[in-house]
């Protein structure tokens, strides 16, 4: 008997290279939303959709010019009942570490959602959030 460990994603340009990380975040603030994307495990596509949401933000900031920046995001892997659905993407305003990783998963009736190969990407040049500052 054997034990096969998936290999950690490659460093992304842009962003610190990955954490792995328990589960998925289980942030007390800071959090920005999600996005979902069907399909092979992809978490470029996290990363793209927080420089999208800054690049976004920056252009429609708050009157005093501020915003909410995407500094770290949380790729991970859905599974419906053992069969992988796409990857899922939360972003965040501050990074958050691995021992809040907590969410593993849930039941939503007789469905069985899981968290798997959960990693945290943290913006190399943290985002101020303020477009006078860049």
Same mark, same amino acid.
């Given at each position: 008997m +054997?034990? /096969? #460990?998936l290999a950690a994603p490659s460093k992304i340009d842009s962003f610190k290279s990955p954490t792995e990380? %328990? +589960?998925a975040i289980q942030a007390?603030?800071?959090f920005m939303g999600s996005k979902y994307?069907?399909? %092979?495990y992809n978490p470029a596509v996290c990363v793209q959709s927080c420089i999208g949401t800054n690049t976004h933000s920056h252009k429609h900031p708050r009157s005093d010019g501020t915003y909410d920046p995407c500094n770290f995001v /949380?790729? &991970? !892997?859905?599974? #419906?009942n053992g069969v992988p659905q +796409?990857?899922?993407?939360s972003m965040y305003t501050t990074?958050?570490?691995k021992k809040i990783s907590t969410n593993y998963g849930q039941w939503r009736g007789a469905d069985q &959602?899981? !968290?798997?190969q959960s990693y945290g990407w943290t913006l190399s040049a943290t985002d101020s959030g303020n477009v006078n500052a860049i």
């Amino acid at each position: 008997m +054997g034990y /096969n #460990k998936l290999a950690a994603p490659s460093k992304i340009d842009s962003f610190k290279s990955p954490t792995e990380l %328990a +589960g998925a975040i289980q942030a007390p603030s800071g959090f920005m939303g999600s996005k979902y994307f069907s399909g %092979a495990y992809n978490p470029a596509v996290c990363v793209q959709s927080c420089i999208g949401t800054n690049t976004h933000s920056h252009k429609h900031p708050r009157s005093d010019g501020t915003y909410d920046p995407c500094n770290f995001v /949380n790729s &991970y !892997v859905l599974s #419906k009942n053992g069969v992988p659905q +796409g990857t899922y993407c939360s972003m965040y305003t501050t990074t958050w570490l691995k021992k809040i990783s907590t969410n593993y998963g849930q039941w939503r009736g007789a469905d069985q &959602y899981t !968290v798997s190969q959960s990693y945290g990407w943290t913006l190399s040049a943290t985002d101020s959030g303020n477009v006078n500052a860049i």
